[in-house]
Structure formats: C-alpha cells, structure tokens
C-alpha cells in the first residue's frame, strides 16, 4: 500500500469513530523516520482507545500492522507507528497542550474531510 493511501485508509477509520479534527502533517524532508503524521483527537480517553482500536483493525483487514504502540492503557496520546506514517490520537486537552502543529510548523497540513 502506498504511503499516501495508508494514510487515507487512516483518516477514514479514525473518521468512522468520530474522531475530530483530523489532518495529515506532511513530514517529508522535514524528518527521516517517517513521511506523514496523521493528527485527530477525542473528548474522553475511552474514545481515543476506540479510534485507535478502529484504525488497528480497518488496517489488520488490509494486513498492514503498526510496529509501535504508545499510550494506550492512559488514553491521553496514543500513537500507532506504521513506518511511514504516525498516527497521533489525543484527548482534546492534550492535542492543544502539545500542539504538534506548531511544533512542525513546517509542514504542510492537510485536513481530512467525509
């Protein structure tokens, strides 16, 4: 699968559980571990556990495994490490405390729309 239909794939699955505020961070030339962030975020913990639960299991159907998890069991920040692109799923609160957006200002954002 291509980089760019994976994180598609992402966003799509991250949109079915309602996540909000989906981008993607594109992170080429900019880092070398990887080419695209994929931001969203929920209101409680419980919710970013099921996006990051629907996004696992929308891309076990297309045998395409995450090779990290971080954050799971708090729900605050998950992050799901696919290689070339990183999912970010945070509590609302969290998503403006760390505000990667502006931390990698540089890159170019794209928001996800249905």
Known sequence: METTELATKICQAASNKKAGNIITMDM???????????????PTAAQVRAIADGIEEKLDEKNVHFSHKEGYQEGEWVLLDYGDVVVHIFKDESRDYYALEKLWGDAEITSYED
């Open 28 to 42: 080429r030339g900019l880092m070398f571990s990887t080419d695209y962030f994929v931001v969203c975020n929920a």
